[in-house]
Every structure is written in C-alpha cells, then in structure tokens.
C-alpha cells in the first residue's frame, strides 16, 4: 500500500517526528549529565507519546484510504489491506 499524504497531514506527522527527535537529543544530554532518574523517564515518555501520535496520524491516513480507495478492489485485496493495517495498528499498541 502507499501511502499519500496530504500537506496538512504530512506537516502534523513531520512537526512530532520533530517533536521527539528534540525530546530524544533531550534524554541523550540528560542522561550525559547525569540528570535525576525521574526526569529523564518523564521525557522519554513524552518522546514515546510523540512517536505514537505521529505513527498513528499515518495509520490513520492509511485507513481512510483504504476505505476509500479499497471500495473499488476485490474482497481479498481488502482483506489483506485490512490485515496489513491491523498489524501495524497492534504494533503501536
């Protein structure tokens, strides 16, 4: 399946991809710094929800395409498309 994105869903996933990867160069320096134990787990987990939102925008946009590209496809195709989606679904979960 590819995956077309429009440009305000390809800026939303591209700002907290961003977003993280600034929170990971965070935890990178804490950690080299030898911050507290708590604040470096709480921005990890802050990188963590960061990835997670951005990789379920994409989902998400998969989805919709898949319902609205996929009405015209064959049953089995859609069913391996929605196989293949709920896969990458359960791998964010």
Not at 23 to 43: F, L, P
Not at 47 to 57: E, I, M, Y
Request: proline share 0%; aromatic share 2%.
């Amino acid at each position: 399946m590819e995956l077309t994105m429009g440009a305000q869903e390809l800026k939303t996933v591209v700002n907290r991809l961003r977003r993280a990867q600034g929170q990971i160069a965070g935890v990178i320096k804490m950690i080299e710094e030898g911050r507290d134990c708590e604040e470096v787990v709480t921005q990890l987990a802050a990188a963590s929800r960061a990835l997670d939102k951005a990789g379920f925008a994409v989902i998400a946009t998969g989805l919709q395409q898949c319902l609205t590209e996929g009405a015209t496809g064959a049953d089995e195709d859609r069913e391996q498309m929605r196989a293949r989606l709920e896969k990458l679904f359960l791998s964010l979960a």
